[in-house]
């Protein structure tokens, strides 16, 4: 079983609509949380980080359950320009975990 | 301030050859990263250098090896490649280790093994 989870989709959603992912990771050691946004053949980029109380930045939202062991990110009002792949990633013993990412498309 | 940046951008190799990938680091980073990510897949740690020492290793096998300078930028070097060391190798630095402080990724060497 791999470290962090997540449905590789893809997601193909209408422009405006709501759309959430979920990732799940195995080890409770893991100690920090985050998103990362990748564009097609670009380096992944910080999308927000992830707080057990949850967070929010403009039109997306993450939460942690740590009891559950999952992450989730939810974006509302969605634009062409959030087509890409979000990696969901823990921080383990100083480095990153990353799961193999979900790939959204989101459709005119 | 200056980002990371990664050379060479785009490598062809044949099988067998070796390969030294360059990251330079964020200015006051003296954490560097090294991950590789094949096709469809997630980037996969391979190990990770502060101040000069290895602090941290992936399940790579030992051909993969890395130094930092007392600069903190880096190299990652392969040796005997094979065909499935083709991916997008990225190199992330931060300032401490620990992850807490963030992570600033370059944009990455595709290597090519043929």
Request: net charge neutral; proline share 5%.
């Amino acid at each position: 079983r791999k470290e962090v989870e997540q449905d590789p989709g893809p997601f193909n959603v209408p422009e405006g609509a709501t759309v959430a992912f979920n990732c799940t990771y195995s080890n409770s050691a893991s100690q920090s949380f985050f998103w990362y946004r990748q564009d097609c053949r670009k380096e992944p980029k910080l999308l927000m980080s992830v707080y057990s109380s949850g967070n929010e930045d403009g039109r997306f939202t993450a939460q942690l359950n740590r009891a559950s062991q999952y992450i989730s990110l939810l974006i509302r009002d969605s634009k062409l320009s959030d087509s890409a792949t979000y990696l969901c990633a823990v921080i383990r013993d100083d480095k990153i975990i990353f799961g193999k990412g979900t790939r959204l498309h989101i459709l005119p | 301030e200056t980002g990371v940046t990664q050379s060479p951008t785009h490598l062809i190799k044949t099988r067998g050859q070796q390969v030294t990938l360059r990251c330079s680091s964020q200015s006051g980073h003296n954490t560097v990263s090294w991950y590789q990510q094949a096709l469809g897949q997630g980037p996969q740690f391979i190990f990770q250098y502060y101040r000069e020492e290895e602090n941290g290793r992936g399940n790579f096998p030992p051909r993969f090896s890395g130094l930092q300078f007392p600069n903190y930028s880096s190299e990652l070097n392969v040796n005997a490649l094979e065909l499935d060391d083709s991916a997008l190798y990225l190199c992330a630095s931060s300032r401490q280790t620990g992850g807490f402080y963030g992570y600033t990724f370059g944009s990455g060497t595709r290597l090519t093994v043929v």
